[in-house]
Nanobody, 124 residues
Framework: QVQLVESGGGLVQAGGSLRLSCAAS????????MDWFRQAPGKEREFVAS????????SYADRVKGRFTISRDNARNTVYLQMNRLKPEDTAVYYC?????????????????WGQGTQVTVSS
């Protein structure tokens, strides 16, 4: 069992930056590939980024590539999402997620554990 708690969301102007954190409980954090998803009002939950067990491989949705960076600290049981050059269309609830295998892209159906989400709002 893994419990995930996100933090770091908030309101930011377009062009600004935010850093999301996701703290995981349990001793098996390093056994899970970690993802970030997001869900805007009225839209489906979509994949944002993924990071492999050691952090050596990362992948991103095209919409965020070059602006967002995913990283992890296995000693702290934490995964991060650094978001730069934010746009109003990045407004969504952002979810941390754990899955068992690195695929480079994930469907929500592949996720084993979800966090509760943190709201990110980007004003124009």
């Amino acid at each position: 069992q893994v419990q995930l708690v996100e933090s770091g969301g908030g309101l930011v102007q377009a062009g600004g930056s935010l850093r999301l954190s996701c703290a995981a409980s349990g001793r098996t954090f390093s056994s899970y590939v970690m993802d970030w998803f997001r869900q805007a009002p009225g839209k489906e939950r979509e994949f944002v980024a993924s990071i492999s067990l050691s952090g050596g491989r990362t992948s991103y949705a095209d919409r965020v590539k070059g602006r967002f960076t995913i990283s992890r600290d296995n000693a702290r049981n934490t995964v991060y999402l650094q978001m730069n050059r934010l746009k109003p269309e990045d407004t969504a609830v952002y979810y941390c997620a754990a899955t068992s295998r690195y695929r480079g892209w994930d469907s929500p159906l592949a996720i084993d554990y979800w966090g509760q989400g943190t709201q990110v709002t980007v004003s124009s």
